[in-house]
């Protein structure tokens, strides 16, 4: 092989290599098990959304406001929850989080939730805890996540798209 080639493709080789890993790796959970394991589980509009630096500067979170809609398990939230996602963007600065719920303003939504502290929650299950709703659709975005198990305890189904009714009565009879 001519060493320019060779050269060349050493190159591109290295660089292909050196590409990041596109997903997280997750395990598959059930609504039921996202529902047992939050403390509330909420229907709402994202209002808008904010991120910032931790104190010592090396992570990046968004804060999210979702005016609440319904409350579909545990005890009832304030009308303007505060949801804390891990990654963002800050000016010129971003950090992705491969595994973290896409939240958008304006957006509808049901999230799995836990409390993070006196007045703010964090998403259960982050990416699996999220589901959009369009009409009489929910459905989470699972497309950074590649599942190492897929399969749910029998009655059970996982995080996935199905209708808002579906998702709604899972939630409230889960115990």
């Known amino acids: 092989m001519i060493p320019g080639a060779m050269r060349a493709l050493v190159l591109a080789a290295a660089l292909l290599s050196a590409s990041p890993a596109l997903g997280a790796q997750a395990v598959a959970v059930s609504i039921e098990e996202l529902a047992r394991a939050s403390d ?5 509009r994202v209002t808008t959304s904010w991120a910032q630096r931790t104190d010592d500067g090396l992570r990046v979170f968004t804060t999210y406001e979702v005016r609440t809609i319904a409350v579909l398990r545990g005890r009832a939230l304030p009308a303007i929850a505060r949801v804390v996602v891990p990654g963002g963007v800050i000016g010129r600065f971003g950090q992705r989080v491969d595994a973290a719920p896409a939240i958008a303003p304006g957006e509808e939504v049901v999230l ?17 805890g999220k589901f ?3 009409g009489p659709v929910a459905r989470p975005d699972l497309s950074n996540l590649t599942f190492t198990r897929t399969s749910v305890r029998a009655g059970e189904r996982r995080s996935e798209q199905m209708p808002l009714s579906e998702l709604e009565r899972r939630v409230r009879s889960t115990r």
């Open 112 to 128: 799995f939730l836990r409390h993070a502290g006196p007045a703010a929650f964090r998403v259960t299950g982050l990416a699996q």
């Open 132 to 134: 959009s709703v369009v």
């Open 40 to 44: 509330a589980v909420v229907r709402g």
